[in-house]
């Protein structure tokens, strides 16, 4: 049996899948099974009222940082849920704007540098794990969040020398 999880693409920036039913289960977080000769129908909601979050990156010193990533990550016990995650760079301002969040918590990061798509490899979040900044965001949610880029280029050149 093969395990089915939905994305929808094309929706407006504001909305969020709310709920998934097959059936008589639920397969918003886990997915669903289809089993031959089963009768059962697939219902998608679709909430337009997602949550938004928009703020600065900025760097040690405070000044803007333009053209990093800016990472929304779910709460641990969430983080297999791919649909959670929200990710972009911030403009020449350092601005980020995400919308269309599901409802929920999750920790804010930015990083000067690093791989896209790696804030979904626990062991990459682990060593920055207390830098990301808590938010919680419930339905129809504005907030604003300023955040400091963590500072993962030059980190090596940066270690005192063992000669």
Do not use: C
């Given at each position: 049996?093969?395990?089915?999880?939905?994305?929808?693409?094309?929706q407006s920036k504001?909305c969020?899948?709310?709920?998934?039913?097959?059936?008589?289960?639920?397969?918003?977080?886990?997915?669903?099974?289809?089993?031959?000769?089963?009768p059962?129908?697939?219902?998608?909601?679709?909430?337009?009222?997602g949550?938004?979050?928009?703020?600065?990156?900025?760097d040690?010193?405070?000044?803007p940082?333009?053209?990093?990533?800016v990472?929304?990550?779910?709460?641990?016990?969430?983080?297999?849920?791919h649909?959670?995650y929200?990710s972009?760079?911030?403009?020449?301002?350092?601005?980020?704007?995400f919308?269309?969040?599901?409802?929920?918590?999750?920790?804010l990061?930015?990083?000067d540098?690093?791989?896209?798509?790696?804030?979904?490899?626990a062991?990459?979040?682990?060593?920055f794990?207390?830098?990301?900044?808590?938010v919680?965001?419930?339905?129809?949610?504005?907030k604003?969040v300023?955040?400091?880029?963590?500072?993962?280029?030059?980190?090596e050149?940066?270690?005192?020398?063992?000669?």
């Open positions: 049996m093969v395990n089915y999880h939905v994305e929808i693409d094309g504001d969020y899948i709310k709920d998934i039913r097959y059936g008589p289960s639920d397969g918003l977080d886990d997915g669903f099974t289809v089993s031959k000769g089963t059962a129908n697939l219902e998608i909601t679709i909430s337009s009222r949550a938004r979050l928009q703020g600065t990156a900025s040690a010193d405070g000044l940082a333009a053209g990093v990533w990472v929304l990550v779910p709460s641990t016990p969430h983080r297999s849920h649909r959670l929200k972009l760079t911030t403009d020449q301002y350092g601005h980020f704007d919308r269309g969040i599901a409802p929920g918590d999750y920790k990061f930015s990083w540098e690093v791989e896209s798509g790696a804030w979904e490899d062991d990459f979040l682990k060593p794990e207390e830098k990301g900044e808590k919680t965001v419930l339905e129809g949610d504005a604003s300023n955040l400091t880029t963590i500072k993962t280029v030059g980190t050149e940066q270690k005192p020398d063992n000669k």
